[in-house]
């Protein structure tokens, strides 16, 4: 299988640990990252405690029986989920024994069998579940115990995500109706965040595992994560690192895949989510980039201008001499495998059946180093002129040209008609050829 270098703020979500990565199967939670309600210094060891008598189908629905009172759970104002104190406030009571017990849960060890650890994280999960069910019953009227009850929410979603994940049509049942309980009670609060947190992370996490074979699931990110940009726009690390991942996957799934009518929906999809970036968040990196991607998708028909740039052997390229003959730009990188075995021979073989006088070609390199770059040029007879910056912090996916327009991965193609017009930005070594031949007929023809 051929590798796609893909630019890295695009696709890894969670630098902070907000999403699980797509493509990873792992669904639990490293220990670090669960809330502890234990005291700093406290040692003490926590016994083992026995299985609850409540329902496992228990959760956030059945916990919550009556309307919240409005002091139950704030309206959301911070960015990123609740934390407890170093120093614990609460009194040593069942709630906190409860936390506790549910923290010391998490960390416990699994057997090593894969059918028994399976089982195991099974029963720890639903044990979790009714535990935190039992800490939201304590600690839903009482304003002074909302960390509390953050904390047990946090817990609880936590493990019907797991559950969720690996488990049946039920499990994805209960984890969407405890969701649609904490929406229902109070829409904007910090428990409805991080329900639809959640689910898109859910949504996220399935993408990466059958995105492939369903990719209804890239769909479904996209919704999510704009739904939680819509309703939580405080929580911004949260909302564009979400948009951001889920407008990155649906555009490089939109390209990959052979479904015309399928790569014009996740298409919209993705520039729906730039869109929200670019419009909520145009000061983060993230929106910035959405800004330069939106700039690149609506290229098709356009005259190219604002592309220009030095090349390695000390010349000058630039859009406004692109008008007259075809032009092919091609974004590249000599350590990219795709590149040398699919791409490289595609290029090198129309060159040979096109002249430079009927056919321009402009490469974008993206190497960092410079020594790398000309080696890899003499050795393989890379075709036509190569923008590269002099400046190294100008180069690989810090140059301007990538960043201007918000390339997504290398390889890249782009073709040019003999007006200068942008006919495609995202042509295959596949499709290359025969877009070109009818580029180039044109431009005959109109000769």
């Known amino acids: 299988m051929s590798l796609i270098r893909i630019q890295q703020i695009g696709i890894v979500l969670f630098l902070a640990g907000t999403v699980v990565g797509c493509g990873e199967s792992s669904t639990e939670t490293p220990a ?19 299985s609850p008598k409540e329902s496992t189908s228990a959760g956030i629905t059945a916990a919550i029986e009556s309307p919240m009172k409005s002091s139950a759970v704030a309206s959301s104002g911070a960015s990123g989920s609740p934390k407890a104190t170093a120093k614990s406030p609460f009194p040593d009571d069942e709630a906190t024994k409860t936390l506790r017990e549910i923290q010391q849960l998490r960390i416990a060890p699994v057997p090593t069998d894969l059918q ?44 019907r995500f797991q559950m969720a994940l690996s488990g049946t049509q039920d499990d994805i049942d209960l984890f969407y109706a405890d969701v649609q309980a ?22 996220h996490t399935k993408a990466g595992l059958l995105g ?18 819509d309703r939580f726009p405080a929580q911004q690390q949260r909302a564009v690192s979400l948009l951001f991942g889920a407008a990155r996957s649906c555009e490089l799934h939109s390209d990959a895949t052979k479904d015309a009518e399928l790569a014009t929906r996740l298409s919209t999809e993705a520039t729906l989510c730039y869109t929200s970036l670019a419009e909520k968040f145009a000061t983060t990196e993230q929106g910035q980039e959405a800004t330069a991607s939106l700039r690149r998708m609506s290229l098709v028909g356009r005259t190219l ?28 990188e000599s350590d990219s495998e795709e590149f040398t075995a699919d791409l490289l021979p595609v290029l090198k073989k129309l060159r040979s059946q096109l002249s430079s006088d009927r056919l321009r070609m402009v490469g974008v ?32 996916w810090n ?21 200068g017009k942008v006919v495609s930005t995202k042509a295959t070594a596949d499709e290359i050829v025969k877009q070109l031949q009818k580029v180039v007929k044109k431009s005959a023809d109109g000769q």
Request: hydrophobic share 45%.
């Open 32 to 50: 670090a990252a669960v809330p502890s309600v234990t005291e700093a210094g406290d040692a003490a060891a926590v016994a083992d405690v026995a």
């Open 116 to 159: 028994e650890a399976k089982t195991a994280r099974r029963e720890r999960n639903e044990r979790i579940v009714d535990m935190a069910t039992r800490v939201l019953r304590l600690t839903m009227d009482d304003e002074i115990r909302k960390p509390q009850f953050h904390i047990a929410i946090g817990q609880l979603l936590e493990a």
């Open 182 to 203: 904490l929406t229902e009670r109070d829409p904007k609060s910090v428990a409805a965040a991080e329900g639809v947190y959640y689910i898109a992370k859910f949504a």
């Open 212 to 229: 492939k074979s369903q990719p209804v699931w890239f769909e479904t990110l996209s919704r999510w994560a704009r739904e939680f940009a």
């Open 305 to 332: 201008s604002q592309f220009s740039g030095p090349t390695a052997d000390g010349g000058m390229v630039s859009a406004d001499e692109f008008a007259g003959k075809p032009t092919l730009i091609y974004f590249w």
């Open 365 to 396: 390199a993206l190497d960092d180093d410079e020594s790398t770059l000309n080696s890899f040029m003499e050795t393989h007879s890379v075709p036509g002129q190569q923008i590269f910056f002099p400046n190294a912090d100008e180069r690989s």
């Open 399 to 419: 140059s301007p040209l990538i960043r201007f327009w918000g390339i997504a991965k290398s390889p890249s193609v782009w073709i040019l008609d003999a007006d």
